[in-house]
């Protein structure tokens, strides 16, 4: 009998079971797909500082080093946020979980691929292997199935399609800036947002989310916008989530964690170092329950922290998609203005914003920039 059976093999789940067996728990992980890491349906950045807060180990894997963003409105007013120093690392994605579960394998995790799930009933795990159907048993189980999860609907969570975006992103080749990544704002992309992020002066990961309607015709009207002309190759289309995280992720014996979690960064998508730190706060939970007897349910708990920063994401998302491309404008061209480059230079996050808020609600120069952003905080 395991002690635990993680579903899915990506940073979440990888990271849940490793600690788990690492702390001396049975751990098996079951992966629906034939390789991990494939296929690949993330772009692949990760801040600097929440590789050095969570202790990655990617040297081998990084492909780029970027410094700063060009963000552009609608009709093209920039704002350039740059720093002398790496702020972001652009990785081979497939290659990321790949270490991550060499490490979890290393720990004595059993790793069974195409292998998903079917049901939980109290201990008793149903798996469909390789096209049979097999009973595990296992006294915890935690859905890392990202954004389509199994789990939370045995759960009996059922989440509308708003809460997602569908994210659709290719190869290409041309002449990038290599130190830069773009953001591009408008109604193209409603609701979220178009980036380009240079692997080097040759080759950008280049895609675009919407919250409703033809990502693919979106893209194409993106294409257009910024004379996209070079091969394209390696298309991947995914959801991401796009909402505030999920406050109770426990039910009985079961547990979630990362995309499924809705545990991402609403204002870009990013979820790798929520999901890293969310599997950490879910192995010390089973630890704590396994030994001490302590609930299950304190994982919500000990999720306090990167709920109020992901919360956070999702408040500055819903102000974002609260603005016409009009206002998008307006805005572009006050903080231009106003200085706000500078400001964002020096107090920018890219995964703590309460830092960046506080700075602003502490410097009444800024609330003027943003008066109706500051009740979508405080909302």
Known sequence: MDTVIVVGGGP???TVARECQKNGW??????????????INCTGIISADGVRDTGLKIDDIVVNRVRGARIFSPKNI???VQRTETVAFVVERDKLDKKLAQEATEAGVELLLETSLLDVRNETVFVKSRGRGEIKKAKIVVGADGPYSKTRSLMGINLPKEKFAHAYQFRVKGNFEKDFVQVHLGSFA???????????E???????AVSDGSVRESFEEFEKKIGITGEKCDMCSALIPCAEPLRDVVRKNMMLVGDAALQAKATTGGGIIAAINAGKACAKAIDLHLKQNAPLSDYNKYLSGINRELLLHWKIRKYMNSLSDDKFDDLFAKMKKSGVEDFLNRH????????????????????????????????
């Open 202 to 208: 040759e080759m950008a990961r280049i895609g675009l």
């Open 12 to 14: 979440a789940g990888l």
């Open 26 to 39: 049975k751990t098996t992980l079951i992966e629906e797909h034939k390789e991990i890491g494939v296929p």
């Open 78 to 80: 920039e704002l350039k």
């Open 348 to 379: 920018g996050h890219m995964e703590k914003p309460s830092l960046f808020v506080g700075k602003i609600l502490k410097n009444p120069s800024m609330w003027r920039l943003f008066p109706d952003a500051i009740n979508f905080f405080f909302s």
């Open 190 to 200: 409603r609701n979220y947002f178009a980036w380009v992020v240079p692997e080097n």
